[in-house]
């Protein structure tokens, strides 16, 4: 079975990113990211993901297409 740490393994991380994922800082580089308040944010389907875990679907973004971790 897939677990929550598994999905952070395969996870494609960007120094676009949010610390500790990427080299940006939420307290000098508080802006847009790819998450659930992001209209272009799908949540994975299921109980045990969907409140964690989607996928950017904004063709413009650097995650367009990523497995994206939420939080």
Do not use: A
């Given at each position: 079975?897939?677990?929550?740490?598994?999905?952070?393994?395969?996870?494609?991380?960007?120094?676009?990113?949010?610390?500790?994922?990427?080299?940006?800082s939420r307290d000098e580089d508080w802006g847009p990211d790819c998450s659930c308040g992001c209209w272009h944010y799908a949540n994975l389907?299921?109980?045990?993901?969907r409140y964690d875990w989607g996928v950017c679907l904004n063709q413009r973004s650097q995650r367009?297409?990523?497995l994206t971790f939420e939080h």
């Open positions: 079975m897939v677990t929550h740490q598994d999905l952070l393994e395969i996870v494609t991380k960007l120094d676009s990113d949010f610390e500790p994922y990427g080299k940006r389907e299921g109980e045990k993901w367009f297409g990523l």
